[in-house]
């Protein structure tokens, strides 16, 4: 799909020095870029390598802010030494997250040509679903002037396909994580002989006891001929007795799985319920699987 873009270049005299300027947004994703004396030939978002205009993004997804061909650098010994800070800040225009310099360990510079810069975000906490954010990337010349900037609305949403069912029990956030590849899954589609985790993150409603609560946990999955792919009664069985600390337990839980390569009938069917064994507090999690 082409790019709908507009671009607005200012050229001034500065005590005899020539100054460039540029303000340019993507019309399609929102996205702005600014720069001073830094020119960029292209700018954009992606999620797994793959150029998008979308910004709606799911609980734990990573997507990325790329600079492309970025110029106009000082250089020096043939090297270039960019300086970079992103900031996520919500509505209220509070920041809820910065990074420092994501090139300070170049101290010697770099000599990439063209030049690629990017900025990666992992849409975690503390940023949350349901709410709306924006990002801004800060690019600087540290033996220059130069300064290019991009910024992006977005807005972070759950999982559609887990279909939750609580009884006195409320949550943070509920996701699907792949392990081996450290990233959200975004949608139903998971990857055999790989670990995969559904993840509880600030489970509340449990009954304590001298600070300790008493989870169970069962994992149950079919597939859609009704063959019972796993079944687990209770991982946490071994926390019966002794209880898991709460600060623990209300800071993530998740129940793992790997799928070995077979024959099964789409879509899978697999359940997950946590549930206090002191009370009758309970969460169960639904979701239709396809393994690829």
């Known amino acids: 799909m082409k790019t709908l873009s507009v671009t607005i270049i200012v050229l001034a005299i500065l005590t005899g020095c020539n100054s460039s300027k540029s303000v340019e947004k993507n019309f399609l994703s929102g996205l702005q870029t600014k720069g001073d004396d830094l020119t960029c030939d292209d700018v954009y978002l992606s999620v797994n390598d793959e150029k998008t205009s979308k910004t709606t993004f799911i609980y734990g997804q990573k997507f990325r802010m790329n600079f492309t061909d970025i110029k106009g650098f000082k250089g020096e010994n043939g090297n270039v030494f960019p300086g970079m800070q992103i900031f996520i800040t919500d509505r209220s225009g509070d920041t809820v997250l ?6 300070q360990k170049y101290s010697d510079g770099l000599t990439l040509s063209p030049l690629l810069l990017h900025a990666d975000l992992t849409a975690a906490s503390p940023i949350s679903s349901g709410n709306e954010y924006t990002m801004i990337v800060n690019i600087w010349d540290k033996k220059g002037k130069g300064t290019f900037t991009g910024e992006v609305d977005f807005k972070i949403v ?49 009954k304590e006891e ?4 008493f989870p169970g946990m069962s994992l149950k999955a079919r597939d859609n001929d009704n063959n019972e792919i796993l079944n ?49 507090a309970k969460i169960t999690v639904e979701a239709e699987l396809i393994p690829e």
């Open 98 to 103: 910065r990074s420092d310099d994501l090139y």
């Open 158 to 206: 759950p999982n559609e396909y887990l279909k939750i069912d609580s009884k006195g029990v409320t949550f943070d956030e509920i996701y699907l994580f792949s392990q081996d590849r450290s990233a959200a899954i975004p949608d139903n589609k998971i990857k055999f002989n790989e670990n995969t985790s559904l993840i509880f993150e600030g489970l509340t409603g449990f």
């Open 210 to 213: 001298n600070d300790r609560v």
């Open 232 to 280: 687990y009664d209770d991982l946490l069985i071994d926390y019966s007795d002794s209880g898991l600390s709460g600060s623990d337990f209300y800071s993530g839980v998740s129940s793992s799985f790997t799928l070995n390569t077979g024959e099964y009938k789409t879509p899978l069917h697999f359940t997950v319920m946590v549930w206090d064994k002191k009370s009758d």
